[in-house]
Nanobody, 127 residues
Framework: VQLQAYGGGLVQTGDSQTLSCAAS????????MAWFRQAPGKEREFVAA????????WYADSMKGRFTISRDNAKLTVFLQMNSLKPEDTAVYYC?????????????????????WGQGTQVTVSS
């Protein structure tokens, strides 16, 4: 699976932004998808995931209620809608895919659970 993330940019505190990740190379509906992020000087962290079958969604605690992950299997794309953005949301956002786990009932939040990665898109939230 090849992944291409886009939609990042510079926004202000409180703004909303939607990231997209376009997939190609194999059947998109057969992979679980996720977003991770990496802030300067910090380790990459889990943001959200969506399962491949039921569309179950999972979020890191700090993103619950502000971020929404969704997928459009017809368009081979996963989205991350981010609302009420804060300066601490500034990071490079990566999309990832896994064909090892369906995640319908159990989330996968570790980087090693994902075997396909996009190149990342920078999101900067100014205060």
């Amino acid at each position: 699976v090849q992944l291409q993330a886009y939609g990042g940019g510079l926004v202000q505190t409180g703004d909303s932004q939607t990231l997209s990740c376009a997939a190609s190379g194999r059947t998109f509906s057969s992979v679980g998808m996720a977003w991770f992020r990496q802030a300067p000087g910090k380790e990459r962290e889990f943001v959200a995931a969506i399962s491949r079958n039921r569309g179950s969604t999972w979020y890191a605690d700090s993103m619950k209620g502000r971020f929404t992950i969704s997928r459009d299997n017809a368009k081979l794309t996963v989205f991350l809608q981010m609302n009420s953005l804060k300066p601490e949301d500034t990071a490079v956002y990566y999309c990832a895919a896994t064909d090892r786990y369906h995640m319908d009932f159990v989330p996968r939040t570790l980087q090693r659970d994902y075997n396909y990665w996009g190149q990342g898109t920078q999101v900067t939230v100014s205060s």
